[in-house]
């Protein structure tokens, strides 16, 4: 395994117009393996979407640097893709058109037409979508208009998936049911996947490794965990192992703990 994105001694803080300047992320390293899966993981306002948007180039470190295969990242790139817990469709294009624009937009000029709309189709049939892409966002629910959005950071091929959030904004049974098409998309595609979240649950079944950050100011990586399950993996079968039990209560406690 190659290690495709390094983190190295990363810190990152903001001006606060009375407070001064406020330290969010502390000395944070860590490195991901091309493939792999890693979930960052901790208490609300410890800095992980901070993290992940130093990650996609979208915020400068104020030291350290991250890398992606050695070459230092100074801006947003199309290797790096990143999905948001909101997603900004434009409402006046279709789902398809959507996916299309973004495929237009990323400056690779290699696509003809025609590719652009296969990869489009392609996409959307993947996140159950096929039947809604002549459908505006306006036509389509809160989870429908998180599948187009993920169907278009798919389609851009890019090697890093940067995730913030992609699911916060569901309800329950959409959010379960969109955890087993990222599961199966993951597991298909050879892309290396970076994922912030707050659920214990969507970590364990995801990924690779969980990282733990520690409550700011300040942030670290409190813990670095394994996930010891293979794959492909069968949701039911991960849920009622001991491991999956035992790791569920450890990440609890230890965010429990990252918070105080
Ligand atoms: N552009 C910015 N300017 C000033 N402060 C910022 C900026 N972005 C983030 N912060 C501050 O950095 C801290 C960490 O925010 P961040 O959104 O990264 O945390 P988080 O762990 O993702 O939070 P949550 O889990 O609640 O979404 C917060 O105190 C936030 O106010």
């Not at 629910?141 to 950071?153: E, F, H, K, L, P």
């Not at 569901?170 to 990222?182: G, K, N, V």
Request: proline share 5%; with cysteine.
């Amino acid at each position: 395994m190659t290690e495709q994105l390094t983190v190295e001694a990363i810190t990152k803080g903001f001006a606060h117009r009375k407070r001064g300047f406020q330290p969010v992320l502390g000395e944070i390293s860590f490195s991901v393996e091309e493939g792999e899966f890693v979930t960052i993981i901790g208490p609300s306002g410890s800095g992980k979407s901070t993290l992940l948007k130093v990650l996609a180039g979208l915020e400068l470190p104020d030291s350290g640097r991250v890398c992606l295969e050695a070459r230092p990242i100074t801006g947003p790139s199309r290797r790096l893709g990143v999905v948001f817990q909101q997603h900004v469709l434009l409402p006046w294009l279709t789902a398809e058109q959507n996916v299309i624009f973004a495929l237009d937009a990323d400056g690779r000029s290699d696509r003809s037409p025609a590719q652009k709309e296969e990869l489009a189709e392609k996409w959307l049939d993947l996140v159950h979508l096929s039947e809604a892409a002549d459908k505006k966002p306006g036509q389509l629910s809160g989870g429908m208009q998180q599948r187009v959005g993920i169907a278009r950071a798919f389609a851009l091929e890019s090697e890093v998936l940067l995730l913030d959030e992609p699911l916060g904004a569901l309800d329950a049974l959409t959010r379960h049911s969109l955890q087993q098409q990222l599961l199966h998309l993951s597991e298909q595609e050879k892309r290396t996947f970076v994922l912030v979240t707050h659920d214990v649950d969507e970590a364990l079944m995801l990924s690779d490794r969980i990282l733990v950050l520690s409550q700011g100011p300040g942030a670290r990586v409190q813990q670095d965990i394994r996930v010891p399950f293979g794959r492909p993996r069968d949701r039911e079968a991960v849920e009622s192992s001991e491991d999956y039990l035992g790791l569920r209560r450890d990440l609890l406690e230890s965010l429990t703990s990252a918070a105080d």
